[in-house]
């Protein structure tokens, strides 16, 4: 089964069809769907796990069900929803539920006579219908009680575990990780594995040179210069000692892990280490 959508440029072409617009709004702490007819306009507030898409597709099947019982048979819903009409474009077993519920009752309008035609309409062009149901999408009250997608529960408890996780690591002032990487998130591989390996040992600050003590039981490194342990905050950024490698290789003598070993990690970072000798201790 498909359904017939057509693009604005054939609006001159249906003025015999009852329009109708729908639209959704998501904000923190809200989600809502509006629904606008010629003498009627249907609101809905809906749980807040429920994504942008979803909302889109409930506002579309809550037009179809307000009309079923109408003595009229031709409709053009409106909607700024590119991604609902490609969806409703085709059957799929493993489609959106809603999209499945909306393709049902279309069969079922359908078979009672009705002609529904499907438009796009891009948002936020001064199209009234389509900014009525936006405004009341915003400020939907009624609450609609709907079984939740599996993709929006998903989502939702990815996104809190993630928020949860950001606040712990936040926490972690003594980590030497996070002083480079604030953020949770993916970083990129490097292609050489040896790199990689090379660079992530920094981003940890946990390098042979810096912590093979540990493993043998022998004291920490020192720096001859500053009479510190060495780690890598110092071999990078402290020691006065590399003072004009720094300036030579990063343009700059005051830097920080971050500028080197950061996300966007600094091209001559390797170079730097090769220079002053530590390369090959990493």
């Given at each position: 089964?498909?359904?017939?959508?057509?693009?604005?440029?054939?609006?001159?072409?249906?003025?015999?069809?009852?329009?109708?617009?729908?639209?959704?709004?998501?904000?923190?702490?809200?989600?809502?769907?509006?629904?606008?007819?010629?003498s009627d306009t249907l609101s809905y507030r809906l749980h807040n796990c429920c994504s942008v898409f979803t909302a889109e597709l409930v506002a579309i099947f809550s037009a179809l069900q307000e009309i079923s019982p109408s003595s009229q048979r031709d409709f053009i819903i409106y909607t700024d929803s590119m991604s609902a009409l490609e969806t409703l474009s085709h059957y799929d077993t493993q489609m959106h539920p809603v999209g499945l519920e909306i393709l049902s009752v279309l069969q079922g309008?359908?078979?009672?006579?009705?002609?529904?035609?499907?438009?796009?309409?891009?948002?936020?062009?001064?199209?009234?219908g389509n900014e009525t149901a936006d405004a009341i999408a915003k400020f939907a009250s009624a609450f609609l009680p709907r079984a939740l997608p599996y993709p929006d529960i998903k989502k939702s408890f990815v996104s809190h575990l993630f928020s949860v996780w950001q606040q712990s690591w936040s926490l972690q002032s003594n980590n030497?990780?996070?002083?480079?990487?604030?953020?949770?998130?993916?970083?990129?591989?490097?292609?050489?594995?040896?790199?990689?390996v090379k660079l992530t040992r920094l981003r940890m600050g946990h390098t042979r040179f810096t912590h093979r003590h540990l493993l043998f039981g022998e004291r920490a490194p020192l720096c001859p210069t500053c009479h510190e342990t060495f780690t890598i905050k110092h071999i990078l950024i402290e020691c006065p000692s590399f003072k004009c490698h720094r300036e030579y290789h990063f343009n700059s003598s005051s830097v920080t892990l971050q500028?080197?070993?950061?996300?966007?990690?600094?091209?001559?970072?390797?170079?730097?280490?090769?220079?002053?000798?530590?390369?090959?201790s990493i």
């Open positions: 089964m498909s359904t017939n959508w057509r693009g604005a440029h054939n609006l001159h072409l249906l003025s015999s069809f009852v329009p109708i617009f729908t639209d959704c709004s998501k904000s923190d702490g809200h989600v809502g769907c509006g629904v606008v007819f010629p309008l359908r078979n009672k006579g009705f002609h529904i035609i499907f438009c796009w309409v891009p948002s936020r062009v001064g199209i009234s030497k990780l996070r002083s480079v990487k604030p953020l949770i998130g993916l970083w990129p591989i490097l292609p050489i594995r040896g790199a990689d500028d080197l070993v950061g996300e966007t990690y600094h091209p001559n970072i390797f170079n730097f280490l090769k220079t002053i000798g530590y390369f090959m």
